[in-house]
């Protein structure tokens, strides 16, 4: 069946590379004709080409796709926003088909493109346009700000992104249709969007956790930094991806960014990672946590002037940034007060003093505050960093409304007490290289683990897990609250780097929830009445470790 975004409606198709050997290798390239006076998109590699792109569709053999997308402007003519729209445009144009399934296993029906609406999403509409109009408006009175020349990168490329997955490339231009693509670029902000406008029966909702991680410091001063996605299973549609595009402070062109290049995890029709994990080219790790927020009141008064989307600031601070205090000031621009989250920046560059300083940045956000220290000294004396979705800055926690759920049901929302962090603090010890890392992120033992039991029938829960499996607690199960509970999400991959690799932006990544101590997820176990849309993704995950080498899309290129 031929599955088609509500909002672009447009056929797909698939073109392969031009050397024909491999029919999971794609690539394309986009260059400005100057008689159409307008971008145009080709297959393969032109000398003209402005930014080149490859596509490796592998994810039924290893999991993940890869992809790749290089400046290649060797003229020096383009300035960058013509390579930031031609960036959009060779993505779009070649992971189009993973594109529209992604979109529809995710936000299809989530505010369709048909009317009436619900007045949430008429609501939702008027924010969004009232948010992109104050951003171009930014962008329009500060030319020579390095922030908003940024954003503008940021918006053009999402720009080109539409325009290539049509396979209709203009002209550079920031006319987002703020339910076309920009609704991927957003949607973990929608959670929180959802309880600013009171959409009804959201309440008090709270999501289930979403991620582990983990900074281990190896003798010898090499540093271990992991990362494990909570989600959805709808949500396994993968790509590792990396950018090549060294963009310029401001228009003066006078210096370049820190983060010209940046690998990351990431998702179809995403500009950014979500889960996050990214490698930049200042040789610096950045990954968060989610910390979910229990105090509804932050969320009252929070408009769409002022404010710049999450995902956005991440991506922002990724290219400009050189430190993990310079990542953690220029996220702090613009709170939009969603998808808040526990930041972690490991700047590998500080490894080489005897003894690190500067190595470990934290940050916690909340609507309306943020809160970020430097945690090396932490990090030194306990050998390790862990972290999940709770809160661990103590005036953070006071403001989130944490302390009324742990009045109600105890330790499992404490930052020190809750199974992972009894788990972590009891096994890190064993993680000495690669492997051993990879052993414990992936670890969930549940049904044998004291750390795993729970005030519930049966007396254990597989969400009391380093890597969750909500799918193998019981539908009939009895849990205090939701969170124990049944449902199709849990960790969905792990990726992990170290000082080696970090040099080369590589990174080692598994996509899949874990099969270490458990059989491997099979969606036909699951009951077609539970099953989400999940197009496009394999039936089983058993997937490999496998190797992330960004020279393997870039290189060729």
Same mark, same amino acid.
């Given at each position: ?68 997308? $290089? ?47 619900? @007045? ?69 902000? @929608? ?111 929070? $408009? ?28 702090? $621009? ?224």
């Amino acid at each position: 069946m031929e599955v088609c975004l509500p909002i672009l409606a447009v056929l797909i198709s698939f073109s392969y590379g031009t050397d024909g050997k491999d029919p999971l290798r794609t690539s394309a390239c986009a260059l400005y004709d100057v008689t159409q006076q307008k971008f145009v998109i080709k297959d393969g590699y032109q000398s003209e080409c402005i930014v080149s792109g490859q596509f490796i569709n592998s994810g039924n053999t290893t999991g993940w796709g890869e992809l790749g997308i $290089k400046s290649v402007d060797t003229s020096g003519n383009w300035d960058d926003s013509a390579i930031a729209y031609a960036a959009g445009l060779v993505e779009g144009y070649l992971t189009k088909t993973l594109i529209e399934q992604f979109y529809f296993n995710t936000l299809a029906t989530y505010c369709p493109y048909t009317l009436p609406w619900t @007045l949430y999403c008429s609501q939702l509409n008027k924010y969004l346009i009232s948010n992109l109009d104050w951003v171009r408006s930014m962008i329009t009175d500060n030319p020579q700000d390095p922030y908003w020349y940024q954003v503008r990168l940021f918006y053009e490329q999402l720009a080109g992104l539409e325009d290539g997955y049509k396979d209709k490339p203009g002209q550079v231009h920031l006319d987002i249709d703020v339910f076309g693509l920009f609704l991927m670029q957003i949607n973990d902000d @929608l959670g929180d969007l959802e309880k600013v406008l009171g959409k009804p029966g959201v309440g008090n909702s709270r999501p289930i956790g979403h991620c582990s991680a983990l900074v281990k410091l190896l003798p010898e001063y090499d540093l271990l930094t992991s990362h494990d996605t909570w989600s959805s299973y709808n949500t396994m549609l993968r790509i590792l991806k990396v950018y090549d595009l060294p963009y310029y402070t401001t228009v003066q062109k006078t210096e370049k960014i820190a983060g010209s290049s940046i690998s990351f995890s990431s998702y179809p029709g995403y500009l950014y990672s979500s889960d996050d994990y990214y490698i930049t080219s200042a040789r610096m790790i950045v990954m968060e946590t989610t910390n979910p927020t229990n105090n509804l009141t932050l969320f009252h008064g929070l $408009k769409p002037e002022g404010i710049v989307m999450e995902g956005i600031r991440n991506q922002v601070a990724n290219r400009m940034a050189n430190s993990g205090l310079e990542w953690a000031q220029i996220f702090s $621009k613009y709170n939009s007060g969603t998808y808040n989250n526990q930041w972690m920046v490991v700047d590998y560059k500080q490894i080489t003093e005897l003894p690190p300083a500067r190595l470990l940045m934290v940050l916690e956000q909340i609507p309306g505050y943020i809160h970020y220290e430097d945690q090396t000294a932490l990090l030194m004396k306990k050998g390790y960093w862990s972290s999940f979705n709770r809160i661990y800055y103590p005036d953070v926690f006071e403001r989130s409304g944490e302390q009324e759920l742990i009045d109600k049901y105890g330790d499992y929302f404490t930052h020190d007490k809750t199974s992972r962090a009894l788990i972590f603090d009891r096994d890190q010890g064993n993680v000495h290289d690669m492997p051993s890392l990879f052993k414990l992120m992936r670890y969930n033992d549940y049904t044998k683990d004291p750390l795993s039991r729970c005030n519930c029938t049966p007396p254990y829960s597989a969400n009391l897990a380093i890597m969750m499996r909500g799918d193998l607690n019981p539908a009939d199960g009895v849990y205090p609250f939701s969170e124990l509970g049944r449902a199709l999400v849990g960790g969905i991959d792990t990726k992990a780097s170290s000082l080696l690799y970090v040099k080369e932006l590589s990174f080692f990544a598994q996509n899949g929830p874990t099969s270490d101590d458990q059989a491997p997820f099979k969606w036909s176990d699951i009951p077609i009445s539970e099953q989400p849309p999940h197009a496009g993704q394999p039936d089983l995950f058993n997937f490999p470790v496998i190797s992330f080498n960004v020279s393997n899309v870039l290189n060729t290129l």
